[in-house]
């Protein structure tokens, strides 16, 4: 019999119970020497709010993809009410009732979709496209939107096949509903790999990559998921469209694509993916460094990109994130190494053996040059070992008492310093009070004119989980003002969802917003396509973490 999919996580936590985490003395000292972090808020268990779709509604979802696909039961809806942020996490231990889908549906073809979002503009339900449920930035959070009566989620997971392989031209279409590891997997049937490996990689979804331009943690080798995308298949309540082109390159006007690039499924939802892929690495060659400074190792990862030496993976933790560890989520805390000295940078080089030791000699040649000091390749072994598994971890400094949380930002070379010094102190501004707080910072994706900045933040909650959210939002307004005034865009991979919404128009002008509205109207016209994310902020707004 054919079930409702389920998401694979669970629903108010990173993960599956299993991958779940206990806290290392080290970490426990370091809670309660260093943040004064001594117990957790009381958990209160929310209730989920109770479902709008009508008789009505069910029955004629049900007629286009089956019964067995359309669900109102509180199982399907829960794990799509939120995504995986801190606040989103909050959420689930403040005991109040919990916005979710009103319906969830899974939809096998295009066809189907287009039925359903045809019948919900006719009816005024908001649709949101659910993958993996990853998101940070309340990206797949249920918002209703104006004129709308109800909210159903929209589960690409049926969409889950390798449809088509062009070995020769290094090119396959892969459906929106793959997970990471499963699209990796089956393109390794082929000899082939994506090679798309971001934080979220166990559980995000090809659909999800490219509605949010993600970029993944080999990125200096590949780059972002969006220059890997030759061609989309979306659908929108105005019909199919297809945007690429069928040759690598073209001079035919303006590119389609990169409207539903980051679009974040307020234009359509995304259904297949056609992607450059390239054969798997014959080698593979770690090293690690460290610099005295982080601004030292910043000029060296420069140095690096701009030679063309081209590593797989290029990264540097400043003096505080490499002090406590946290490129090794086995060790965080263990800082009496002399490897945890000044900051380590990572480096990973593959593909064949050639050129996987070209381009290890080139890169090392370049840090040395630049100040760096080896320290061997395992601590470059041991970040690849756990880089997937800090989420996991960020759920156990939860229960014990800890504010845990991330967010990112990119600018140029010469704006690093600056950018990183405005975006600490507007942090330290609103979290070191009667507690401290750890500020950390790494360089994680380099690019020829400058690089990424992702911070975590690990600090004392407070005594009730309603007062540490106002807290976060706080923090979170005031790092991403300070992006905003210091040449700063307000998110680099995490994409907009509710959390960057305010700032948008900052990020690319008022007539920016307008056109994005205008295709919007275009394509849909009745305003169902994920509500309230992205650009679409009520006019009476303030400018502040919704």
């Known amino acids: 019999m054919k079930k409702m999919p389920m998401p694979p996580m669970v629903y108010n936590k990173w993960g599956t119970l299993d991958e779940a985490k206990e806290l290392s003395p080290s970490i426990q000292k370091m809670l309660g020497s260093m943040l004064g972090v001594t117990k957790p808020a009381p958990v209160q268990e929310p209730k989920l709010a109770a479902s709008r779709a009508t008789e009505g509604d069910l029955a004629a979802l049900g007629r286009i993809v089956g019964e067995a ?26 005991g109040e009732e919990i916005s979710a889908p009103d319906a969830v549906v899974t939809p096998e073809t295009e066809e189907q979709i287009l039925e359903i979002l045809q019948y919900c503009s006719a009816e005024g339900i908001a649709v949101v496209p659910f993958g993996g449920g990853t998101s940070v930035v309340g990206g797949i959070n249920p918002v209703q939107g104006e004129g709308h009566r109800a909210v159903i989620s929209v589960d690409l997971a049926r969409f889950d096949a390798l ?21 990796e997997l089956k393109l390794a049937e082929y000899g ?8 979220s990689f166990p559980y995000a979804t090809i659909g999800g990559f490219a509605a949010t331009r993600s970029s993944g943690q080999n990125s200096a080798g590949y780059g972002r998921f969006d220059d890997m995308v030759r061609e989309l298949t979306v659908v929108t309540p105005q019909g199919i469209i297809r945007p690429g082109q069928a040759s690598p390159a073209t001079a035919a006007g303006p590119s389609l694509k990169q409207l539903f690039l980051g679009s974040e499924g307020l234009f359509g939802i995304i259904t297949r993916v056609r992607v450059h892929v390239h054969p798997i690495p014959e080698a593979k060659l770690y090293e690690a460094f460290t610099f005295p400074t982080f601004d030292k190792g910043v000029a060296a990862l420069r140095a690096v990109e701009q030679s063309g030496a081209n590593p797989a993976v290029l990264r540097l933790s400043d003096e505080i994130e490499s002090s406590v560890n946290l490129t090794s989520t086995d060790k965080i805390g263990e800082s009496e190494s002399e490897d945890n ?31 760096g000091t080896s320290v061997g390749e395992g601590p470059a072994r041991q970040w690849e070992k756990g880089r997937f598994g800090a989420p996991v971890l960020r759920d156990t400094l939860m229960d014990a008492g800890a504010l845990c949380e991330t967010l990112e930002t990119a600018t140029d070379w010469s704006n690093v310093p600056r950018l990183k010094k405005a975006v600490g102190t507007a942090l330290a501004s609103q979290l070191v009070g009667e507690s401290a707080a750890l500020i950390m910072c790494h360089v994680s994706h380099v690019y020829a004119t400058g690089c ?8 004392g909650a407070s005594e009730d989980n309603e007062s540490t959210a106002r807290k ?31 700032w948008m128009s900052e990020e690319i002008s008022p007539l920016g917003i307008n056109i994005l509205k205008a295709v919007k109207r275009e394509l849909d016209p009745a ?3 994920n509500p309230g994310k992205t650009f679409e902020l009520p006019d009476n707004a303030e400018r502040t973490l919704i």
């Open 472 to 502: 976060w939002r706080a923090a979170k307004s005031a790092a991403t003002e300070a992006m905003t005034k210091n040449g700063g865009t307000v998110t680099h991979h995490h994409a907009v969802g509710t959390d960057h919404l305010p």
């Open 69 to 94: 696909f359309v669900s109102t039961a509180v199982e399907h809806r829960r794990p799509r009410a939120r995504g995986k942020s801190y606040l989103d996490l909050l959420d689930w231990r403040m």
């Open 341 to 371: 000295k000044g900051c380590r940078a990572i480096a990973m080089f593959e593909g064949s053996e050639e050129h996987a030791r070209r381009t290890h000699q080139e890169t090392r040649s370049v840090m040395l040059a630049h100040g």
């Open 452 to 459: 990424s900045l992702y911070f975590t933040i690990v600090a």
């Open 163 to 183: 449809e088509d392989v062009d070995a020769e031209s290094g090119l396959a279409t892969l459906g929106a509903g793959l997970m990471g590891p499963h699209a």
């Open 192 to 199: 082939l790999q994506l090679g798309h490996f971001p934080q």
């Open 527 to 529: 305003g169902i396509l």
